[in-house]
Each structure stands twice: as C-alpha cells, then as structure tokens.
C-alpha cells in the first residue's frame, strides 16, 4: 500500500501522519504542493497545519495548489483520500466535501484530547471500528466549527455521511456536533480531530487513531 | 487602471463569533448604543482596463470568497 502525504508551505502534520501510514504496514510517499503527480500512490493523506499561512481563509488558497488538481481528479474517480484538520478545509475548499469550516465559536484555539463516536463504518477509512464506538484522539484547531446550509445538513444526516460526531461539550460550535464527514461515495473523508497523533500509547492518549489507517489497508488490499 | 473594492461578508445565517466579541467589547469600554457588529474582509484591487466584470466576478466567486458561508460585492471605484 503506497500512500500520498502532502506537503504544502506551512504543514505541520506530515510527519506524523507519514509514521501512521507506516504503522498501518504502508509506504509513505511525501507530495509536495507544486508537484504535478501523484507519483502511482493508492491514495492520498491531505494532512494538518497552517497551509500557505492560513492566508485569505484556511485552505483557500492550497486548493489551487498544482498537486491539489491531481488530487481532486483521484478523488474523483474513487481513489480514498483523508483531510485531517487543516487537510479537512482544504477538502472542503475543493467541494470535495460540503460545507465550510469557521472560527471556533468562542474564538480561543481549542487543544485537547477529544472523544468521537464513529457513526459510518462503511468509508474507506473506518471499516475497522465498530458502529457507535467511542474513540480519543486529539483535537488541536482555532478554525473547527462546521458549517453548511440546512440542506447540506439534512442530506449528511439522511444518508449517514456523519462520520464522526464530538461527544460532550461542542468544541467550537460546530453544526449538529459534526468532526467528520464523507461524500457520497464513501471515499474522500474529513475530520478536524487528529488520529495521526493517536496510534500508539507512547506518544498519544490512545492508538485509537489507528484504526484509520488500518482501515485504508484493507480498502487498498480488496480494492 | 482601475481600482475595484471586494467586499466580503458572513452569510447572516451563519455564527459570526469574531463580530460578537467587537459588539460585546464597545459596553465595556463606554460606547452605548451599538446593537450588533458583523466583521468582514475588505479588498483593494488595482486592475488593468482590459479586465472585465465577469472576471472580476469570477475571482470573488471562486477565491475572494467562499459562497458557502460568504456573500460578496464588487463595485469599482474612483482610484
């Protein structure tokens, strides 16, 4: 299993989003934003940080990135691809995901272990976990809150396009306490929570992360 | 050239949390009166005549703004 990371200006989490990969029993193939392919990968990981700064809003500017059109044309003939964080907004700048990502509600970056309850074991990426677990990865964003119309809202409920959703208190405002969801497809997913950070008890809260990545494997595997 | 303003606004709909804290800060320091603040982005464009109002159109659609949670005006103006 051969697995893109991109790297833009600005990325944080490309490395530790390359070592999950690497616990998953994958290779980790490093793609940097001016790239013009995807160099033959299974999929791809749009990972965590500030791309090009945060400038304009988050993400709207790595969308137009050169490897970017790469990815929103696998993306769009099946291939799996997961956005963490700032990798979420940058998805959904893309209108691979719906919806838009905003200000955490009461302004303050929100950094904290954070509990998830996996509501789609269906998507490329969550086949491993079992329906309504419970899951404790870290959370660490200032821009979190989920927004989209009250359409856009009605169609992600309906058709069980909620991935993850946060469990207790909101974190940053989030509509219907969404932290991840999926296209129609079941192939693209985005959540702002970080479960590169959380796949072995070392150096995160929990390896429950890792079922992610795992889950990846076994897609590529029977693909 | 030509000067064109891009003005960005959140979608009334949409929480704007950024605005709330202005509108929360003017009590305290003993401006009376101010019911609600929304903030937005303001963007300056210096343009070649040759640019047309559907580009100009289409860069504030596609980049200036996000239509998902954004609404936005163009106009041009005396530079």
Redesign the interface.
């Known amino acids: 299993m051969r697995v893109g990371v991109v790297t833009f200006p600005g990325t944080l989490d490309d490395v530790d989003a390359q070592r999950a990969v690497k616990y998953a029993d994958g290779e980790a193939v490093p793609l940097w934003h001016g790239d013009h392919d995807l160099k033959g990968v299974d999929a791809v990981i749009v990972p965590g940080g500030f791309s090009y700064g945060d400038y304009?809003?988050c993400g709207?500017i790595a969308r137009?990135a050169p490897v970017m059109q790469e990815v929103i044309e696998a993306a769009n003939k099946g291939m799996p691809v997961l956005g963490i964080c700032n990798g979420f907004q940058i998805l959904?700048?893309a209108h691979l995901l719906?919806?838009?990502l905003?200000?955490?509600?009461?302004?303050h970056f929100v950094c904290r272990d954070q509990w998830l309850k996996v509501e789609n074991t269906n998507t490329a990426w969550t086949t491993r976990y079992d329906l309504g677990a419970e899951i404790l990865v870290p959370l660490k964003s200032g821009e979190g809150?989920y927004?989209?119309?009250e359409d856009t809202l009605k169609e992600l409920e309906d058709e069980q396009r909620v991935v993850f959703r946060y469990v207790g208190e909101n974190p940053n405002?989030s509509r219907n306490n969404i932290a991840g969801i999926t296209n129609a497809r079941g192939n693209v997913v985005g959540l702002m929570p970080h479960p590169e950070h959380a796949i072995d008890a070392l150096t995160g809260p929990t390896d429950d992360g890792l079922g992610m990545f795992l889950s990846l494997l076994d897609t590529v595997v029977n693909a | 050239m030509a000067r064109v303003v891009v003005d960005v606004m959140p979608k009334p709909e949409i929480l704007d949390p950024q605005g709330q804290a202005v509108a929360n800060a003017l009590p305290r320091l003993g401006f009376e009166g101010i019911t609600a603040v929304r903030q937005g982005k303001h963007f300056e464009l210096e343009v070649a005549d040759d640019v047309d109002d559907a580009t100009l159109a289409k860069i504030a659609e596609t980049f200036l703004a996000n239509p998902v949670i954004e609404d936005w005006t163009v106009r041009r103006v005396e530079a």
Not at chain 1, 102 to 107: A, C, F, M, P, S
């Open positions: 304009l809003r709207a137009f959904a700048e719906p919806g838009a905003t200000r955490n509600h009461k302004l809150g927004q989209a119309d405002g």
